[in-house]
């Protein structure tokens, strides 16, 4: 039963972190952003704002942060990209240390499972049994707790390190935007980071 609920549990956060990240964060970040640069380079502040206002993920918020302001100030706009990027990325990695945390206590509760259910088959099979003496079933049933533990687990692991890149990516994301987009406001030469 602790480990339904654990599992349950586990892929709630799995489910809700994917929805939150992928799902509503994540855009096609590089034909976006090259629009919106693009835009605000040629003076069309309203459409770049409109093309903003028509998304819902992390990088259009910022960037509409950005184009309704008045400040022409080079240190406040980016203290602007900075606070705007700071409201964004505690939601992206909220509840993602609980994976890593969910999956150690489902691996654990399958061993306390093992050791509980190999107790009981050694005591039903009399005290002076051995692994080597007790029968099969008992040997099987007592592992299967511990093989659930580790099915649980093992996605848990593998999502949250998906989850983390993902995050990253769009971390990643926002910085780029945020520094071309104050560029392009205060009209300094486009810098394409990541780009050659």
Do not use: Y
């Given at each position: 039963?602790?480990?339904?609920?654990?599992g349950?549990?586990?892929?709630?956060?799995?489910?809700?972190?994917?929805?939150?990240?992928?799902?509503?964060?994540?855009?096609?970040?590089?034909?976006f952003?090259?629009?919106?640069?693009?835009?605000?380079?040629?003076?069309?502040?309203?459409?770049?704002?409109t093309?903003?206002?028509?998304?819902?993920?992390?990088?259009?918020?910022v960037?509409?942060?950005?184009?309704?302001?008045?400040?022409?100030?080079?240190?406040?706009?980016?203290?602007?990209a900075?606070?705007?990027s700071?409201?964004?990325?505690?939601a992206?990695?909220?509840?993602?240390?609980?994976?890593?945390?969910?999956?150690?206590?489902a691996?654990?509760?399958g061993i306390?499972?093992?050791?509980?259910?190999?107790?009981?088959?050694?005591?039903?099979?009399?005290?002076?049994?051995?692994?080597?003496?007790?029968?099969?079933?008992?040997?099987?049933?007592?592992?299967?707790?511990?093989?659930?533990?580790?099915?649980?687990a093992?996605?848990?692991?593998?999502?949250?390190a998906?989850?983390?890149?993902?995050?990253?990516?769009?971390?990643?994301?926002?910085?780029?935007?945020?520094?071309?987009?104050?560029?392009?406001?205060?009209?300094?030469?486009?810098?394409?980071?990541?780009?050659?």
């Open positions: 039963m602790p480990l339904l609920v654990v349950v549990l586990s892929f709630v956060v799995l489910v809700e972190r994917f929805v939150t990240i992928v799902i509503r964060a994540r855009i096609n970040a590089r034909p952003i090259e629009r919106v640069i693009s835009l605000v380079r040629a003076d069309k502040l309203d459409e770049a704002l093309l903003c206002a028509e998304h819902h993920s992390a990088l259009p918020d960037g509409l942060i950005l184009l309704r302001n008045e400040i022409h100030d080079e240190g406040d706009l980016r203290r602007m900075e606070a705007s700071l409201t964004v990325l505690p992206l990695r909220r509840r993602l240390a609980w994976l890593p945390a969910l999956a150690i206590v691996v654990l509760l306390l499972g093992c050791i509980s259910n190999l107790s009981d088959a050694i005591r039903l099979s009399g005290h002076a049994a051995t692994l080597s003496t007790m029968p099969v079933d008992g040997v099987a049933d007592a592992l299967r707790p511990l093989g659930a533990g580790l099915v649980i093992i996605p848990l692991v593998v999502g949250h998906w989850l983390v890149s993902e995050s990253e990516t769009i971390a990643a994301q926002l910085a780029e935007f945020s520094a071309r987009l104050v560029n392009a406001l205060l009209r300094r030469p486009d810098v394409r980071l990541g780009h050659r």
